[in-house]
């Protein structure tokens, strides 16, 4: 299969998996003191540290949960009593957190936060958490995260931001952007599914999700999943010994998109006028309801993800390129393609010949 939707999870690397393996093959409760014990919390904070490293942090700021989802529930559904402010691009897991009373910050068309609007809303909104994703997983766009967090400062408000489809894109410094919370998830990075990590800045203790026993400092009860764990920080480990080859990437993206505008007249690209990571592609077909288009594809052994959302047999437009002015109908056909640490440029070339198979096939 030519599998083009690293942004939705990325293939778990063979390293993750070998150490997975070993740790899955021990026995030991991260929280018991004896040898095995001992060993298993050894491999808890060994990945500790990769991960710390992956962000500019350090490992006792890191704190292990189940993944992104939990994290950023952790943080939106813990300081349930200040105003809270998401940006119309943001993931599900943060613009339906079921905090109802949520106020949305719009963007502009190139899907960057408007900085104006934000700024009254915080004047409005005294003491505000604000939750920005700093790379947008439909389209790649990356927002000026240390801008941003200066400003909701500025207005005694809290910042998080779920920085998943950044980690191991670009280097990060948490202590830099000075952010108060940060979500990752390890399988955008090649890593397990069902782990992630909740950052929290320095002195502050975060809002508990998970009650019980006294594990990750008494931030997140219930025993480590060490195996996860340990993937992940290899994972993390990886992406950061080899974030050049993923920034490399952007050479391959420019053929893709040259590609697509090639195949046809009504192709859009979005986010092309902010600054994008290097491995995603958002784009439309004009006329073509991306759930057809996907099917077309799959029938061609190709992996893709749709911006818009299906359910009950209809195609809902995406939420995410209706937020940066894109017409109802066009934002229908909404499709990304992203790639990662296992493509290769032949896989351009397969792809678009398979693309322009299908885009003939659906215009008869």
Known sequence: ??????????????????????????????????????????????AREHVATLVGCAPKQVIFTS???????????????????????????????GREDAITIPVKQSGLIDLKALEELLKENKKALVSIMMVNNETGVIQPTEEICALVHKYDGIFHTDAVQAAGRFPLSFKDLDVDFMSLSAHKLGGPQGVGALITRQGVNPPKFMHGGGQERRCRAGTENVAGIAGFGEAARLAVEQMDDFQALETLREKLENGLRQSSNRVRIYGEDAPRVANTTSCTVEGIDSAVFLMNLDLENVAISSGAACSSGAVKPSRVLLSMGVPEELAKTGLRISMGWNTKEAEIDQFLDKWNTCLKRMDK
């Open 67 to 97: 993944g992104a989802t939990e994290s950023n529930n952790t943080v939106l559904r813990g300081y349930a009593d200040r105003p809270l402010l998401v940006a119309a691009t943001e993931h599900p897991s943060v613009y339906f957190c």
């Open 1 to 46: 299969m030519l599998y083009f939707d690293y942004n939705a999870t990325c293939p778990i690397r063979p390293e993750v998996v070998k150490i997975s393996h070993e740790v899955m093959s021990c026995h030991g409760n991260a929280s018991s003191i004896h040898g095995a014990g001992r060993a298993a919390r050894k491999h808890v904070e060994g």
